[in-house]
């Protein structure tokens, strides 16, 4: 990034992650912002394990149609 590459290599893909759009998580943090009663830990997790290649292919697939 830093030598404006366009690639880089940040591991083997094969790590599992539950991916959430930006808008959900913001609604869910102005939803627990509002909740007096709330407190502690909060996952904000899709509940949907993908892989991070399997998530890369996904959007490059999408990007280039």
């Known amino acids: 990034i ?9 591991g ?3 790590q599992i992650r539950g991916f959430v759009e930006v808008s959900m998580v ?3 943090l ?5 909740d007096l009663s709330a407190e502690g830990i909060f996952n904000c997790g899709s509940g949907v394990p993908l892989s991070v ?3 890369v292919e996904v959007e490059r ?3 280039e149609r």
């Open 12 to 14: 083997s893909g094969r």
């Open 26 to 28: 913001a609604q869910k």
């Open 30 to 34: 102005i939803q627990i912002s509002l």
């Open 61 to 63: 697939f999408i990007l």
């Open 2 to 10: 830093v030598a404006n590459e366009k690639t880089f290599q940040i």
């Open 53 to 55: 290649l399997y998530f």
